[in-house]
């Protein structure tokens, strides 16, 4: 069984458009995060959620919105998607601070 | 907020060489040190993490080393294999959230 799976695994659309990725984590962990990879293969945090509550929020546009149904699932729900936005997208979890982080496969939005 | 330097960006090695990436942390604060490797086009996958009670991890052919008053963590391959050939992360974080702050990468190359 994977850990911590995504959908969909390939995303094309084009510029303008709302777009939503799914995460699902059967570890039972707490935390959940999404993680944007650019070109260069720099991966930056985005958001992360403890519980269902929002714990971490960095600089992203009002654009996304990630959303916790309960500790199992984080969305992520992106509007008016921009060329800018072509990267790929992760999903991990963790079981409480300073615990290792298990990642899904990614999500590799692609804009036109 | 923390910042966490990597390199070199690249490395190449021959097969049964020895391959050492180095990073380096701005927040003393932080107490733990995972590693990630990434195979391309998959996740990031732990492959071995260190805390700041500790100086040195070994894990078969890896090994990571730490100190705390240089801030600076370094991993180690040793007997290198043609399947190690992936980009390597480092990342930090402290206790007081959940936090992962990653370095931007090695590509490690390891010619057969």
Redesign the interface.
């Known amino acids: 069984d994977t850990a911590v799976s995504q959908t969909p695994k390939y995303l094309v659309t084009q510029m303008g458009n709302d777009k939503s990725i799914k995460c699902e984590q059967n570890l039972g962990h707490d935390?959940m995060?999404w993680y944007k990879q650019d070109s260069?293969?720099?991966?930056?945090?985005m958001f992360?959620y403890?519980n269902k509550e929002l714990?971490?929020n960095e600089t992203v546009p009002n654009r996304f919105s990630p959303k916790s149904p309960d500790k199992a699932h984080l969305n992520l729900h992106i509007n008016s998607l921009e060329l800018g936005d072509s990267a790929v997208y992760?999903c991990a979890s963790?079981n409480q601070?300073?615990q290792?982080?298990?990642?899904?496969?990614?999500t590799r939005l692609s804009i036109l | 907020g923390e910042n966490v330097e990597q390199h070199p960006s690249t490395l190449s090695v021959q097969e049964g060489d020895s391959a050492v990436i180095k990073c380096t942390y701005s927040d003393s604060a932080s107490n733990y040190f995972p590693w990630y490797k990434q195979e391309l086009g998959k996740r990031p996958q732990l492959i071995i993490d260190i805390r700041s009670n500790v100086g040195e991890k070994k894990d078969q052919r890896i090994a990571v080393t730490l100190n705390k008053t240089a801030k600076h963590f370094s991993l180690h391959i040793t007997e290198t294999q043609p399947e190690d050939s992936a980009v390597y992360f480092c990342a930090a974080s402290k206790g007081s959230n959940y936090k992962l702050t990653f370095g931007k990468g090695t590509l490690l190359t390891v010619n057969p």
Do not use: E, M, R
């Open positions: 935390t995060y260069k293969k720099f991966l930056k945090i992360s403890n714990i971490i992760f963790s601070v300073n290792p982080q298990h990642f899904g496969d990614g």
